[in-house]
């Protein structure tokens, strides 16, 4: 039996915790041991996009479900209590990220792509009208979500969308019908068109997304994750590519933090990711700040890392009954956002996690 006593947000209630194994329980409990007092707790940041079988801390060399346990760490210890993994390359994300004393798991099950539109053999490639069904096996081994690759690269050197509209509704009403969610990767204008009118839930980077876009998004109630993170990666990605893309891109990418700060006036739900994979796992802090670089207040920046993204995800917040999950920091991060690099302790289903030093 433990006790905290602490600041836990987002309503900055100075609170008596008290956990009884793996969960917090109504107090107070009379034998239970103080393991903090003061700080700032939240019930774990999120981080909305990441993917936990590609580059890792792990070696190169190592097998796959290490490989997997090993980003997961990193992602725990930076004080990561949940991550969405909007696609992977393979299949053993689920179990094996979903594990004893690893973070929260959604996962996507495979990327789904069209025949030679995506990165080599990173997707479960497939015939344009296999979508819907693919859609339901993703989904039936998943249970969350299911990803599709809504646009990339074409002979042309350009971006350009892979499935056809009618393909992407059918593909839709499957997943809503099984009780699950569907996201695409969309880059282009035309890619975020084409998801919207489908009727998906969300949207992975909408790199070209524009205010008459955004609004039409918040009117459907729609999610956009804009993985700010990646903006370098991209833009180096860009210097091997030939084509209009190499040349339209790289302005749709200082374009965008206007684009965020506009979505989340609409209300449209902004949530923080990282597209760990691409970049380190473990720094959905620094997602963080980028929002609030774009516009947005610390408030609303943080809550798109932490409890919007858990309601989002079903996950409750700090409440008896709940798993006991916490990261508490020394001072507020909706004071200075930096102070997220330091947790001070993070606590998963009620055991202490050392926090990266």
């Not at 479900?65 to 696609?87: F, K, M, W, Y």
């Not at 990339?152 to 499957?174: K, N, Q």
């Not at 720094?283 to 609030?292: D, K």
Request: with cysteine; net charge negative.
């Amino acid at each position: 039996m433990l006790h905290i006593d602490t600041t836990v947000l987002p309503h900055g209630e100075r609170r008596d915790l008290f956990v009884m194994g793996t969960r917090f329980v109504a107090g107070p409990l009379d034998d239970a041991l103080t393991i903090h007092t003061g700080g700032f707790a939240l019930p774990g940041l999120v981080d909305a996009h990441a993917h936990l079988a590609i580059p890792s801390p792990a070696p190169d060399s190592a097998p796959e479900d290490e490989t997997i346990r090993s980003s997961a760490r990193a992602q725990l210890e930076a004080g990561v209590l949940a991550v969405r993994e909007p696609g992977s390359p393979v299949r053993a994300t689920r179990d094996v990220g979903s594990g004893v004393g690893m973070p929260r798991l959604q996962t996507a099950g495979r990327f789904l792509a069209g025949k030679g539109r995506y990165f080599r053999g990173v997707a479960r490639e497939i015939e344009l009208d296999e979508l819907p069904a693919a859609v339901a096996e993703e989904l039936e081994w998943s249970g969350h979500w299911a990803k599709v690759i809504g646009d990339f690269f074409d002979d042309a050197g350009d971006m350009s969308p892979v499935f056809p509209l009618e393909i992407l509704r059918e593909a839709a009403d499957v997943a809503h019908t099984t009780g699950g969610r569907i996201t695409m990767h969309a880059m282009t204008r035309e890619g975020a068109e084409l998801a919207i009118a489908a009727g998906f839930d969300a949207i992975e980077h909408g790199t070209m997304l524009d205010p008459d876009l955004i609004d039409e998004m918040a009117r459907r109630s729609m999610t956009w994750v804009p993985t700010m993170s990646i903006a370098e990666p991209v833009r180096e990605i860009l210097t091997t590519e030939e084509g209009p893309a190499a040349e339209w891109l790289p302005a749709a990418i200082e374009r965008q933090p206007r684009m965020v700060r506009h979505a989340a006036d609409q209300g449209v739900r902004v949530l923080a990711g990282t597209d760990a994979g691409m970049v380190p796992h473990g720094r959905v802090a620094t997602e963080i700040m980028l929002l609030a670089a774009c516009g947005l207040s610390n408030q609303q920046a943080l809550a798109a890392g932490s409890w919007e993204a858990r309601r989002y995800l079903g996950l409750p917040l700090v409440e008896p009954g709940a798993p006991a999950d916490l990261v508490i920091y020394s001072d507020d991060p909706r004071e200075d956002l930096s102070v997220l690099h330091h947790p001070v302790l993070i606590l998963l289903d009620g055991a202490v996690v050392q926090p990266r030093r």
